[in-house]
C-alpha cells in the first residue's frame, strides 16, 4: 500500500513511455553507488547509496563521472 | 582486451589482491591512488524520493530502497566505530509497511539519533521524522498529514473500509508513541478538509511542527550535529567514559 503524496497514477504511468538507459547498483571498494550503463565497459555514475559523509567528499566518485565498468563472465 | 578483475577478488590471495587493486583502480580512475574515504563516527542515511518497498516503482522515480536502508541500520548498530546516526529527509512518502519498518528500526537503535527534514517529509515520512531520539525540522520544510489512500481494485464492502482504518491506525499510533502531539491534534490535521487541493489533509511548515508537537526543534545542519554530538557525549559519559 503506498501513502504518499504523489497520486499512484503519477507514481507509476507518468514518463513510462521515456526509455531510460540501464541502471545497476554496484559496489566499488565497498561504496554502494547507481550507474548508468554506457555500454562499452565505463558507466556513468548517476547517484552514491552511502552511509558514510566522507565518500561523498571522493572526487573519484563525484555523480557524473565515468568509471570503467564491465562484468566479468567467467 | 583488459577485463577488471575486482568481480573475482575474492578468490586471490592478500598479497595478490593488493596488487591487482592497485591495476584496478588505475584502469578505472585512471589513477593509482584513489582518495580512499576517512571513517565517521556519525553514520549519515539519506532518505529521498519514493520510500520503495515490495513494489518496484518504474525508473523515472527517484527512490529510497528499503532493502538498502535496513542492512545500514543494522550496520550502524553493530559497528563499533559508529557512535550516532543521522537521518536526512526529503521525501514524498512511499511503501506503507517499509516506511514503519526503516521507522521502527532508527526508534530501535541503541544508539544516538537525529532526524532532520529538509524540503520535505510527507505522508509516511512523517513516522520515519519522529522515529529518532531528537528531531529537528527546516524553516522552509513541510509536512503533509494526510489520511491514507486505498488504490487498486477496491470491493466496495465494510471489511475495505476496516482494512484501511487498520492501516491508518498503525501510523497513526508510532506517530503519537514517539513524539509530542496529542491524537486529537494528529487526527483533526490529518482529517481536514478545504486545505488540500486535491486530498484531505494539512500540511504543517517548519515552525508550525515544532508548535503542534510533532517535531522537536527548528534548525538545520548545524543544530542536527550538534545535538548529535551532545548525545554522543553524554552516552560515553553515561558508560563511565569508556567508547562503547
Same mark, same amino acid.
Given at each position: ?74 | ?28 580512475? $585512471? ?13 549519515? #542515511?539519506?532518505?529521498? $524520493? ?6 518496484? #516503482? ?60 529538509? $524540503? $520535505? ?124
Amino acid at each position: 500500500m503506498i501513502y504518499s503524496i504523489v497520486p499512484v497514477e503519477e507514481l507509476f504511468f507518468e514518463g513510462w513511455e521515456n526509455t531510460i538507459a540501464p541502471r545497476r547498483d554496484i559496489t566499488i571498494e565497498g561504496v554502494t553507488m547507481q550507474v548508468e550503463m554506457l555500454g562499452d565497459g565505463t558507466a556513468r555514475i548517476i547517484r552514491l547509496i552511502s552511509p558514510n559523509p566522507y565518500d561523498y567528499t571522493n572526487p573519484a566518485w563525484m555523480p557524473g563521472s565515468i568509471i570503467r565498468y564491465a562484468p566479468k563472465f567467467d | 582486451m583488459h577485463r577488471i578483475p575486482y568481480l573475482s577478488a575474492e578468490t586471490q590471495p592478500e598479497d595478490e589482491k593488493k596488487r591487482s587493486a592497485a591495476v584496478e583502480s588505475i584502469q578505472q580512475l $585512471g589513477q593509482t591512488t584513489v582518495a580512499t574515504s576517512a571513517d565517521s563516527n556519525i553514520y549519515c #542515511l539519506t532518505i529521498i $524520493g519514493q520510500v520503495e518497498g515490495h513494489v518496484v #516503482l518504474p525508473p523515472q522515480n527517484k527512490t529510497t530502497k528499503y532493502e538498502h536502508i535496513i542492512p545500514q541500520l543494522v550496520a550502524a548498530e553493530q559497528n563499533p566505530k559508529i557512535e550516532g546516526v543521522l537521518v536526512i529527509l526529503n521525501t514524498v512518502g512511499g511503501d506503507v509497511e517499509a516506511g514503519l519498518a526503516i521507522a521502527e528500526m532508527i526508534a530501535s537503535l541503541s544508539k544516538p539519533t537525529v532526524t532532520l527534514v529538509l $524540503g $520535505g517529509g510527507h505522508s509516511i515520512g512523517v513516522p520515519i521524522a519522529v522515529s529518532a531520539d531528537w528531531s529537528i525540522i527546516a524553516e522552509t520544510a513541510t509536512m503533509t498529514i494526510h489520511p491514507i489512500r486505498l488504490n487498486g481494485l477496491v470491493i466496495g464492502v465494510p471489511q475495505t473500509f476496516e482494512y484501511l482504518d487498520k492501516m491508518q491506525e498503525r501510523v497513526i499510533r508510532f506517530i503519537l508513541n514517539h513524539s509530542r502531539i496529542s491524537e486529537e491534534e494528529l487526527k483533526s490535521l490529518m482529517f481536514k478538509t478545504g486545505e488540500l487541493t486535491r486530498d484531505i489533509g494539512t500540511t504543517v511548515i517548519g515552525a508550525d511542527a515544532v508548535k503542534k508537537g510533532l517535531i522537536d526543534q527548528v534548525g538545520g545542519v548545524a543544530e542536527a550535529l550538534r545535538e548529535l554530538n551532545r548525545r554522543i557525549e553524554e552516552r560515553k559519559q553515561a558508560a563511565g567514559g569508556v567508547v562503547s
